[in-house]
């Protein structure tokens, strides 16, 4: 079958750095996004990885290894407004996004 | 850019009431959109996909009868929960996916938060 793993919950506090990590095991590989949702709304875009290595945007960088089925969020300079789920998806070989069941991520002051 | 609307953002209604949901791209043409369901604290649980002007594929153990999805035009899909009962009570989510391609991340739109009384 298929499975992504992340962690439940995280604790992290204001102004620090955090990693989020998601495994997963599918069948085939088009890539990985990673997507934020704040409480009662919607997720919201953060990245894409579909080659090895890291990609930086801002505060928030991926990282994504294919060959151990890995990848990373890396969250810098920790937020308040970083208080949310983060979800982990891959597409699969038929192109269908199989998503992780979320990150929660509680940023302390 | 890639702003999808989702309306009405929330429903209070009576069981046995229909309720229909929108999902639009306003800057962008969506071939393929999604509707999601999901449950607290619980991750996006996929329900149907919908291109347009063909009928939508829908995930096993979802009733096409149930949730009629159409997908009329490159900007709209409806979703209609038919004669709602409150186990359908839940956060619905669409998104739409960017250009043709099937690696373009989807765009979601804000949800529509159903309670069926």
């Known amino acids: 079958g298929q499975n992504i793993d992340q962690p439940t919950e995280m604790t992290a506090t204001e102004g620090a750095i955090v990693q989020i990590n998601c495994t997963y095991q599918t069948s085939g590989f088009n890539g990985l996004f990673w997507y934020q949702q704040h409480a009662g709304e919607a997720p919201t875009f953060l990245s894409y990885n579909v080659l090895d290595g890291l990609e930086e945007k801002g505060r928030f960088s991926s990282f994504l290894s294919r060959s151990k089925g890995y990848s990373y969020l890396l969250l810098k300079e920790l937020q308040m407004k970083d208080s949310a789920s983060y979800l982990c998806?891959?597409?699969?070989?038929?192109?269908?996004?199989?998503w992780g069941a979320g990150t929660k991520l509680i940023i302390k002051p | 850019g890639a702003v999808v609307s989702q309306h009405p953002s929330r429903v209070i209604c009576k069981s046995g009431t229909s309720v229909k949901i929108e999902c639009r791209s306003l800057?962008?043409?969506?071939?393929?959109m999604f509707w999601y369901r999901q449950f607290p604290k619980k991750s996006l649980m996929l329900m149907a996909t919908s291109n347009e002007g063909s009928k939508a594929t829908y995930e096993q153990g979802v009733e096409k009868d149930k949730f009629l999805i159409n997908h009329a035009s490159l900007t709209l899909s409806t979703l209609t929960v038919t004669s709602a009962h409150p186990e359908d009570s839940s956060f619905y989510i669409c998104?739409?996916?960017?250009?043709?391609?099937?690696?373009?991340?989807?765009?979601f739109g804000f949800g529509t938060r159903l309670s069926i009384l």
């Open positions: 998104s739409a996916r960017d250009g043709g391609s099937d690696n373009q991340p989807q765009h």
């Open positions: 998806a891959v597409l699969d070989s038929n192109y269908q996004l199989i």
């Open positions: 800057d962008f043409q969506a071939t393929t």
